[in-house]
């Protein structure tokens, strides 16, 4: 099945750009997904990339994809301290119908 | 709009006890899944439906029963409920596959086994 890889904690300053690592094994996944959890919440999508893109930038995200090395980006521009929380890779299973997560990255933001 | 609605959102349960998760979603979507949450393990997937009266195992569903009886419910049933067990639970819907979907999630069950 799919395996899909994070490192777990990144820490940035407030106003700094934050960059966060995913590498996943099936290259047959259509599409990939960026999930935010807040404490005590549950998970919300902030992005996704169809697999026939490279980039896909929206407001002070921005997401790239390198099919060949399987590897897929998050970089979030004048990191905010609102902007603290645990980021989720997602990849669709093909097979299952449905997404396998990453193990998540906690982003820590110091004013 | 409600969305996806978990039901509890806390429960502690004794070894060796039973208890039913109830997910409940009104969108509509064909597609539902539990995922359990552990830290430093993302979220695995227990058990999942793609329709009505379907229900297929996911990646760890050893210990778990699931039904679908009705397409806006999806109910997680813990029959003898051990310590390792302990977790925290989410429902997750999605419209057909076919396009892009998104995952909608409820807000977790936090289920302690003791």
């Known amino acids: 099945g799919e395996d899909v890889e994070q490192s777990l904690f990144l820490s940035v300053r407030e106003g700094d750009s934050s960059v966060i690592n995913c590498t996943y094994t099936d290259s047959s996944s259509t599409y990939l997904y960026w999930y935010k959890q807040e404490p005590g919440a549950g998970l919300q999508l902030l992005t996704y990339i169809f697999s026939n893109m490279d980039m896909k930038q929206d407001q002070r995200l921005t997401v790239l994809l390198n099919k060949k090395d399987k590897h897929l980006s998050l970089r979030i521009a004048d990191t905010q301290t609102g902007d603290s929380a645990i980021y989720f890779c997602a990849v669709m299973d093909t097979g299952r119908r449905a997404l396998t997560f990453g193990s998540g990255t906690r982003l820590q933001v110091q004013p | 709009n409600a969305g996806v609605t978990q039901t509890p959102k806390f429960r502690v349960l004794k070894t060796g006890q039973s208890m039913t998760l109830l997910c409940a979603q009104d969108m509509n979507h064909e597609y539902m899944y539990w995922y359990r949450q552990d830290p430093g393990m993302g979220l695995r997937l227990i058990h999942y439906?793609?329709?009505?009266?379907?229900?297929a195992k996911g990646e760890v569903p050893d210990g778990y029963n699931v039904s679908r009886l009705k397409k806006q419910n999806f109910l997680l049933g813990l029959e003898s409920a051990a310590p390792s067990q302990t977790s925290v639970y989410f429902c997750a819907s999605s419209p057909e596959w076919g396009r892009h979907t998104e995952a909608f999630f409820g807000q977790g069950t936090r289920l302690t086994v003791v």
């Open positions: 439906s793609v329709g009505e009266g379907t229900t």
